[in-house]
């Protein structure tokens, strides 16, 4: 299964024994992530937390994708995880989070790259979508570091609290990733 180390950053995969941990970082984040997230006021308790988790156990061992946590420095940081994987055409997508104390040290981009790298090389898809907030300048910006395609711009994608907002659509192909021989970002 997908791992990625280097020193500072660890992807692991969600595990139920951090529930209350999970619960604590996005309690502790909620103004920063309710501005571009729509579950936050939904996530109310450790137990709905853990709800969430046993689910992403489910989805792994239904091969229909995985959710890992970011560890920085050994703290938990955010969540990169697949929303789900069509096998038929073999493409997902990818969604993501960061608290915000750990913003602007390249963790997420490191985090997607070595996601999209085990997506293509290891589980053969291929295609990956990125979808971001239209005005959201920092989720925008990985998919942009990594070399995806800004495919289009899709009005009133999501309710967002009391209004809609707007989603680019990042994709990337297989064909694509592996042309741009990237080497993992530093």
Request: overall charge neutral.
């Amino acid at each position: 299964m997908i791992s990625y180390e280097d020193g500072e950053l660890e992807l692991r995969l969600c595990e139920v024994k951090y529930a209350a941990q999970l619960y604590e970082l996005v309690n502790n984040n909620r103004a920063h992530l309710r501005e571009w997230l729509p579950w936050v006021d939904s996530t109310r308790s450790a137990a709905y937390t853990q709800m969430f988790l046993e689910s992403c156990v489910r989805q792994l061992a239904a091969n229909n994708g995985f959710n890992c946590f970011l560890f920085y420095r050994g703290e938990l940081a955010g969540n990169i995880g697949l929303h789900s994987i069509d096998w038929t055409h073999r493409k997902t997508s990818i969604g993501y989070w960061l608290a915000s104390g750990y913003e602007g040290k390249g963790l997420m981009t490191k985090s997607c790259h070595a996601v999209v790298d085990h997506l293509f090389g290891v589980m053969k898809l291929n295609r990956v979508e990125i979808k971001a907030g239209e005005l959201n300048v920092r989720s925008r910006a990985i998919p942009e570091k990594l070399g995806f395609k800004l495919e289009g711009v899709v009005r009133q994608a999501e309710w967002l609290y009391d209004h809609y907002i707007d989603h680019a659509v990042y994709g990337m192909l297989a064909q694509e990733w592996k042309q741009s021989n990237r080497a993992v970002l530093s």
